[in-house]
């Protein structure tokens, strides 16, 4: 079976570096923050282009203190897309504040920014545009909206570490850039993990205090505060793994090449082509009206698949109480119907890609859609 990504093949390829890393880590005593996770806080900055970065213990944290640091709480209302990842919303409902969703472009897939200019109220406080797939969303537009009504922009960057666009870094546009570091993300811990970028420093101490139960010196709680710290050990590996990620961005992008290549001449939407960007390809999705057809397909030929997502943010039962049904934001629901991702990993080799590409070619061809109807 060839996996949707595979984190042992990752460890093999590092495993020497990360042992000791996290032997070294053991053996300090330092389990909770410490000079592994300053360490990588600065790396990741510089990685970026950022001036500070916060780690955290999820990307779910980093959207949550975003939020809280930007001041925004009950009666806020923020914007952010139907076709995201549940943590986005999640996040916005955690500050107390009132998620209202926008539906996606049809070509880009990310949010939609005329629909943004139509969502904002005299109660909007903020936008948070996700980068979904590792393809940033327009940010030339989404920012001229934001300056225009004087509100901040937070980047989900879940999924875009080391995207660019216009050559500038997925994170460091917004005021706040917020990061994944789940295992399965481009650059992954061992464990879960996250954090926020910023280039004001008032922004950064406001998280790094609200990660650390809102404390100016020991045991002095200026505020109402949270848990949100990074492991040492999570520190550590993360550091490890972000000296390897530009050279994995690249093997992903070669991935992707010939995806883009091998899948040419067949009958699915491919992501449209970015000009302005630089995708980081977290996700190697497609478009197909036919897509559980093609999933159950690609399984029997040994191929695992994903779905990002198959259901939108406002037809989740969770969310029922926004009142949007079915119909609300056609084109994400349209995506999720028919979005199927592709295994997409650095070690994934040409070899597993044209079997892969094979089985698509056989499914699509017409025989198979006409022995399929009878
Ligand atoms: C993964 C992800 C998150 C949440 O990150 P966690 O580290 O799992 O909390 C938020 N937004 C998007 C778009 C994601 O993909």
Redesign the pocket.
Known sequence: MIPLLDLRAQYAGIKAELDAAVLETLASGAYVSGPKVDAFEKSFAAYTGARQAVALN??????HLALLALGIGPGDEVIAPAM??V??VA?IRYAGATPVLVDADPLTWNIDPAGIARAITPRTRAIIP???HGRMADMDAIMAIAAQRGLPVIE?A??AHGATWQGKGAGTIGAIG?F???PG?NLGACG???GAVTNDPALAARMHKLRDWGQEGRYNHVEHAFNYRMDGIQGAILSVKLAHLPRWTERRREVAALYDTLLAELPVQLPAKPTALEHVY?VYALRHPDRDRLAHGLMEAGVATGLHYPRPVHLQPAYADLGKGPGSFPVAEALAAEFLSLPIFPELTPEQQRHIAGALRDLLAPASVTSHAA
């Open positions: 999820s990307g779910t944290s980093a959207l995201t990842f943590a986005t996040a996700v980068h979904l989900d879940a999924q917020c994944s570091f789940y993300k879960e993990g996250g977290h």
